[in-house]
Each structure stands twice: as C-alpha cells, then as structure tokens.
C-alpha cells in the first residue's frame, strides 16, 4: 500500500509539474479566447491580456490586437485602421511590439507627414478572415474615424467562405472557454477535428466566390468612404506562389481580376508578389503563409509607403460620390442553415 501510495504520489507531483511547465513556458491554458458575431462570423473576445510561448497577445475592447482605443481620433493625429486575416494578427508567434501595424506605424512616424503630430495604426484582425469578415467588422465597429483603412489579404483571401462561427467551441483552434488543464489543451490540440456538416456545406457551395469577395470590397470601399475615409489595399503571396511554377492557374485569374476592381474603383492597390520574387523571400516567411518578425518590418515599410502616397499635406485623396447599392453578403450562411 505504501509503495501505491508513493507511486501516487510521485505520479500526481509529475502531472503538476508538467502543468506548471506547459503554463509558465508555453502560456498553454491560456488560450486566446473567441466569441461569436453574426457580422463578422466570429472575432477574438474582447479584453484580454496573456503570454503564449513568451510572446505578448493584448486584446483591447474592440476585438483588435492593441491597447485600450478611444473611438474618437486624436487631434492632428493620421489614424489607419488595418484589417485582415492571421497575417495581421500575428498569432501567437508574433510578440506584441512585434505586430505588421506597428511596423507601419513606425515607419509612418519616420516620415513624419506634414499635418500630423502622431501616428495609430489600429489593429482589426482575426484567423482566417476573408473579405466578407473584414465587411463585417467595419459594419459592426465602423472606422473610429480613420483616415485610412488598409486591408491586407493573402491569396487564399480571394475564395474565402461566408463568416460563420460553426468552430467556435468545436475547434481546438477557436476556443471559447480557459481549458481547465494545459494538459487538457495538448491532448485537444493533438485530436483531429473534421469539419463540422454545415461548415463543410459552405465550402460545397456552388458559385462565384472569387465575384462575392470582390462585392464585399465594393462594399467596403463604399462604407469607408461614406465614412470620410480612403481604403488601400495589399495583397500577400503564399510562399507556394514564388516557388516551382508560381501561383496556378486559378490564382492568376483571381488576381487578375482583383487588380482589374482596384483600378476600377480607384483604389490604391500593392500586389507584393512581384516584390517578393526580386528578394530573398525565404527570410521573410514564419510558415507557407504567415510573415516572420523581418517579413513584418520589410511588408511594414512598404504597406507604409502605400498610405503615405495617398495624402499630401493631411488631406486624402479626392473621393467619388457614393451612390451603388449594398447587397446580402451573408445569404450562403442562411442558406446553409436550412
């Protein structure tokens, strides 16, 4: 009895252990959390503050990865509200003071713009958002009088699917609750999830999503400028796209017609696939899609020169009347309910 004891014992002390490594090393247990929107599908939950593998993850009251926002802009200050997908988000792998927005905000305060004081690059993002997310976050929350709204998309952004929030809870990936253990975490993390029927629904759907997405552009385009604002907009490459071939077939085709939009709308556009292929792009990739910390500083300097290109002396770019209408974007979601 005294040597099952003991075992116990030694068995419990060694869980315990382990636990307080997997929480004080790697931030395990302590998930960043996410809530359900029926605009954006889903979005990180507001106000939250942790630490995952030593990097610094802070959530203000919006949703974004920042400090605490006051939504009126400061006086003589250039505000730039970036929204995107994980490569703005950073994830986990990206320290705070680390992020793609305050890489570019740092190299707008370099510039130092005639007409303003002070520099915010505001950061609204969550993974794997696409166009009809980032619509939906900017119709939720509006633009906290940005004078800039800069979308950053990846190639994969152009297929995106309607905003759901079907993995939320069911996805390790997406929680909504502290696991009770950071054990609890590994063993969830390690489980393989297939998608759920109506997330796999929506991925079926018949159609135009490359056209949908674009809608949803037009959209925005039109919301940020009913707002008083300018949107820009950049497009990342997978690393797949500057390997071997380059992007296939399909890829082109959504690229192209991604451009051929910008210049209809009049939208300032950087495909930066060009400028990935004239530099050593292996330095610049965390995985097959996401920036390191030097792919962030160098897309950062060049996302900064976009914005600074559309104002001279604090004033933007003339802006057309606004007169198209605004369709459901969010009509494959209800239809894949019935």
Sequence with gaps: MKILLLGLGVGVLAIAIIEALLRVKYGLG???LYVA????????????SLRRRGNRIEINQYSMRGPALEPQRPPETLRVLMVGDSIVNGGWWTDQSDLLS????ATLERLELPGFESVEVLNASANSWGPRNELGYVLRFGTFESQVVLLVLNTDDLFAIAPNSYELGRNPQYPVHRPPLALWEVARRRQKIAPSAELQALHDQPGDRVG?????????NQTVKTAQGQLAIALTPLRRELENDGPRDYELVARQRLTDFASAQGIPYLDFLPRFQQTHYELLYFDHIHL?????EWVGQALAALVAEGWSGGRAIALPPVDEPMTDLWQEIHQARQ
Excluded: M
Excluded at 102 to 105: A, D, I, P
């Design 292 to 296: 390191s910390a030097e792919g962030n």
């Design 102 to 105: 305050l890489k570019v905000q």
């Design 30 to 32: 302590n998930p960043p």
């Design 212 to 220: 949908v997405n674009l809608e949803a552009l037009r959209q925005l």
């Design 37 to 48: 929107d029926a605009r954006t599908g889903y979005r990180l939950a507001p106000n939250q």
